[in-house]
């Protein structure tokens, strides 16, 4: 296989590898809980714009658009997880079977 099936060419770039840090995944999971950046800041200890640069810095790394946009990615990528506690919501209980 030629080498240039491998390599990308002249004046194209090599598509990034996709990753956060664990200050930046912190913030986007409290940004899935609706935490403004404030709020964020917060509860990281951190100072409002210190938790706005970690947002930012997880949306240019994900290429994302905007902050939810960012979260949807992470979750569906597995950078965070949030389940039925985080949210403050029951799972859904189904019927018991009759027959």
């Not at 390599?7 to 913030?27: C, D, V, W, Y």
């Not at 949306?59 to 946009?69: C, D, E, G």
């Not at 569906?76 to 949030?82: D, E, P, S, W």
């Amino acid at each position: 296989m030629p080498d240039s099936a491998i390599t990308p060419g002249r004046g194209q770039k090599r598509p990034r590898p996709f990753f956060l840090s664990k200050r930046q995944a912190e913030a986007l999971k409290l940004a899935a809980g609706g935490r403004t950046a404030k709020q964020i800041g917060m509860e990281m200890g951190i100072c409002p714009r210190t938790a706005s640069a970690h947002l930012q810095a997880a949306r240019r790394q994900l290429r994302a658009a905007n902050t939810t946009h960012a979260v949807a990615m992470a979750i569906t990528m597995g950078f965070i997880y949030v389940d039925s506690d985080f949210w403050g919501v029951e799972p859904a209980r189904t019927a018991p079977a009759q027959g």
